[in-house]
């Protein structure tokens, strides 16, 4: 049974970035698809970028290109994901989740990380 | 911003059937890629519902099924429950340059 274990939540400044860690269990971790998807207080779910560990390469969503760095360490299963530049906007709860190779819906799903940006 | 268009909200009552449509274009359902819904319960992570269109994971009733024709998609929900209350979101692939996976707007159903 595939596990997305997220790390705790949050509080940063306007202007300063994130890291949230994605730790799989489970699963052969290089054989699947990362992506992270974040929930602004009462809105949708929004796709932001994706990663495939066996291959290290990552693929963002336009909105977010320049600001979000996804990453992964094979090594520990883990996975990564860091926002910059933050501004309240971005206060929201961001989830990891994996994707079976070749397909492209997301099957299991991290617990969710909340990040509040508040001066 | 969705790129994938959803009713806002439905409702019925226990037994009922309803249904949520998922409408996008060329360069997402209507170019041929797969339809997924997720069902997210109040303060939890969404779980998967449907993938490739109208496959169920294990464990998922079959009171859920999903389609897909032209440029939409749907779910339905028979035998509507008390349980079932939640927000329902469609996800694809999309080609253009707005995203690789794009989600639909989002749908609560309440059950009456």
């Known amino acids: 049974q595939v596990q997305l274990v997220q790390s705790g939540a949050e509080v940063k400044k306007p202007g300063s970035s994130v890291k949230v860690s994605c730790k799989a269990s489970g699963g052969t971790f290089s054989s699947y698809t990362i992506s992270w998807v974040r929930q602004a207080p009462g809105q949708g779910l929004e796709w932001m970028g994706r990663?495939?560990?066996?291959?290290?390469?990552?693929n963002y969503a336009q909105k977010f290109q320049g600001r979000v760095t996804i990453t992964a360490d094979k090594s520990t299963s883990t996975a990564y994901m860091e926002l910059s530049s933050l501004r309240s906007e971005d206060t929201a709860v961001y989830y990891c989740a994996r994707s079976r190779d070749g397909y492209n819906d997301l099957d299991y799903w991290g617990q969710g990380t909340l990040v509040t940006v508040s001066s | 911003q969705s790129v994938l268009t959803q009713p806002p909200s439905v409702s019925g009552a226990p037994g009922q059937r309803v249904t949520i449509s998922c409408t996008g274009s060329s360069s997402n359902i209507g170019a041929g890629y797969d339809v997924h819904w997720y069902q997210q319960l109040p303060g939890t992570a969404p779980k998967l519902l449907i993938y490739?269109?109208?496959n169920r994971p294990s464990g998922v009733p079959d009171r859920f099924s999903g389609s897909k024709s032209g440029t939409s998609a749907s779910l339905a929900i028979t035998g509507l429950q008390a349980e079932d209350e939640a927000d329902y979101y469609c996800?694809?692939?999309?080609?253009?340059?707005?995203?690789?996976?794009?989600f639909g707007t989002g749908t609560k159903v309440t059950v009456l």
């Open positions: 490739g269109n109208s």
């Open positions: 996800q694809s692939y999309d080609s253009s340059l707005s995203g690789y996976y794009v």
């Open positions: 990663i495939i560990p066996i291959l290290g390469i990552a």
